[in-house]
Structure formats: C-alpha cells, structure tokens
C-alpha cells in the first residue's frame, strides 16, 4: 500500500494488514508515533543521504521503526565527512561505528577514521554504472577557468577587503564564536556570488563584464552548432533567473525548474521531448536528484558546490539508462577567487568516498 498524501489511512490495523508500505521521509515523520508502534519484517531506506544527520527528524523516525531486517540504498554514503556514514550505521547497526573522541590526537584520529571506515566497508555492497548499464556512453569531465575582467576582479576585491573588514570588527565587538561563524558564511555567499554573476548584488553592474556569462555564451553556441542540448545548474536561483532573461533577449527557448516548480514531470517531459529547446535552467537543490533528462548530453555547473556527490547526482541526470550520447560535464571556476577554495574541499571530500569505497 501507500501510505503517502492528504487522504491516506491512519489505522494501525490497515498497515498491518498491508505485505509492503511505501512512504516519504517527510510522511514519516509526520506519522511516526504510529508506524514506530508496529513490528516491521524489513525496513528499507532509500536515498539514504536523507538521514546523513543523525539529529534531523527524518534519521530519528527512521531509527524509531523496529524491524528485524535493515537496508540503506544510496549512491553517496559519504557527502561531507565520516560523520554521514556514522549516521547511517547508527541505523543499520547501532553501536557498530563511533566517533572519535575529542582527546585524541590528529594523528590518532586519522588512524580511527580509517579504522571506522574498514568495518563499515565489509557491509556495503557497491555496483558501478558500467555493471549496471554497460550500453551508457561514457562522461566526461572538464574544468573551465575563467579569468575575470578589471572590471569584475575589481568588485570581487572590494566585496573580499568588506567581508575582511566585517569580520575583524565583529570579532572586536566581542561577539561570540556561533555568531562569527554565521557571518563568515553569509560573507563567504557573498564572495560566491561576485564570482557567479555581481548583478546578484548589484543591479547596476553590466552583464557583458561577467567573466562566467562570456564563457556560457561560448558553449551555448558551440552546442547549438553541433546539436547538443544543455543542462545549466546552479546553487543561486538569482543566477538562474539572470540566465533566463539573457536567453530570452538572444532569442533561446528555455526550459526552468527551481522549488517553486509544481509541474516538474510535465517540464521535464517538455524537454526530452521537443528538441528545439536547448538550454534546461535547473537548481542544484530542487533538481540534483529524481529527475531523467537524457534530452541533454552536456551539463554546465554553473557554480561549484561545497559537495562533490552533489554535482555527480545533478549531471547523472542526463548520464543514466536511456542516454545514448557521450555527456560532457564542464564546471565553470572564476579563476584567482574562492571558488578555487571550493575546488580544494571537492577534492578532500571525493579522497574520503574513494577511500570507502576501495575498501569494500
């Protein structure tokens, strides 16, 4: 049965009667009291990243369920660090893995991760896209360096020495650490932004000196001279609509999706389907996952994530089972800034998941 919307039955005695339940994350955690009251024979978690935090609701009513068999099912058991995989142990196995204490050295802490790693792994089975799909056309991967102009070096250097000046004098001020890491974030968005398109902080600022605008020109022609067709993602909405109204005055069909998209399936199969429609805008957030857009073999990030597996959800949106061309994923970086930062912490992150997944 599915227990899921507005009208769906909360008597314990229909589920009981039922061989097999489907619900969401969000469902059950509105109905935890009362799927937490009964005996599952297995329960199995889907896109199990949704509970790579053990504090949230959705990994709290998930462990609520008493079952007597547990499987997780998720392509990135590892997004930020060890801690995601703890969490998702402390489902599967409770007391199984632990966190290093605090009194350990670095040294020994690296030695207890790869510990920890080393027993989760005899636990996971892992299949690979060409196990899976041998037919899928291969994916390649670029970088592309922009080099931003006077003009926007300029205002991504003003906004660094402000975010600089902020934090120095709230630091002064006393104000205590949360505070000050909350205001590093806020200034560390800001910074992302110039580098992604200054018009999202400032009106005024001219589009033909967005160093990542001139680069997206070049591939959307390119890829319209060679019939390719364009997946455009970004973790800024302001960035995406920017992009929608520069299509609009080129003369470009476009096709958009962000959370505020009601009727995802229905633009999602207006694009696999008519052809003449080259570029797809689509949020990180609201679009990275659940979606089959093999109209497009080339997808554009627009701006890079803290996250690596993030990324590699939202391009296998066009690279899955039903694509037969070669997809290229370009990740456009505003060369000398933040982003480069970014770069770095993919990398580190990505080390972490090989490392597991060697493992097992």
Not at 69 to 96: I, K, Q, W
Not at 103 to 128: G, P
Request: aromatic residues 8%; contains cysteine.
């Amino acid at each position: 049965m599915r227990h899921h919307g507005p009208s769906r039955n909360k008597e314990a005695h229909a589920i009981e009667h039922a061989d097999l339940v489907i619900t969401s994350y969000g469902t059950l955690r509105q109905d935890s009291d009362l799927l937490s009251a009964l005996d599952w024979s297995v329960v199995l978690g889907d896109e199990a990243q949704h509970i790579k935090n053990r504090r949230t609701k959705n990994a709290k009513s998930l462990m609520s369920l008493r079952s007597h068999g547990r499987f997780l099912l998720t392509g990135t058991p590892v997004e930020n660090s060890l801690d995601d995989l703890l969490s998702l142990f402390a489902f599967l196995m409770p007391g199984y893995l632990s966190t290093a204490p605090s009194s350990l050295t670095q040294e020994d802490k690296t030695w207890h991760n790869q510990r920890q790693t080393a027993r989760a792994a005899a636990y996971i089975l892992r299949r690979t896209k060409k196990e899976v799909a041998p037919e899928l056309p291969d994916k390649i991967e670029k970088t592309f360096f922009c080099e931003l102009g006077n003009q926007q070096s300029r205002f991504y250097q003003d906004t660094l020495e402000k975010t600089r000046r902020d934090l120095f004098n709230l630091e002064m001020s006393g104000a205590n650490a949360g505070k000050v890491r909350f205001a590093a974030f806020t200034e560390l968005l800001r910074l992302r932004q110039a580098c992604v398109d200054p018009r999202i902080l400032d009106a005024d600022y001219p589009a033909k000196q967005s160093a990542k605008l001139g680069a997206f020109d070049e591939i959307l022609e390119e890829c319209v001279d060679s019939g390719s067709r364009i997946l455009v993602f970004s973790s800024f909405v302001s960035a995406l609509k920017l992009l929608g109204e520069h299509l609009e005055t080129q003369g470009h069909k476009y096709c958009y999706l962000d959370g505020q998209t009601r009727n995802r399936l229905e633009v999602c199969d207006q694009f696999n389907q008519d052809v003449s429609i080259p570029v797809f805008l689509i949020s990180l957030k609201a679009g990275g996952a659940g979606l089959n857009l093999t109209g497009a073999d080339t997808v554009v990030h627009y701006d890079p994530w803290w996250n690596p597996a993030a990324e590699a959800q939202a391009t296998d949106r066009a690279h899955r089972i039903g694509q037969t061309r070669v997809v290229t994923s370009i990740k456009l970086i505003a060369a000398n800034t933040v982003e480069e930062k970014v770069l770095e912490l993919q990398a580190k992150k990505a080390e972490i998941l090989k490392e597991l997944f060697e493992e097992s």
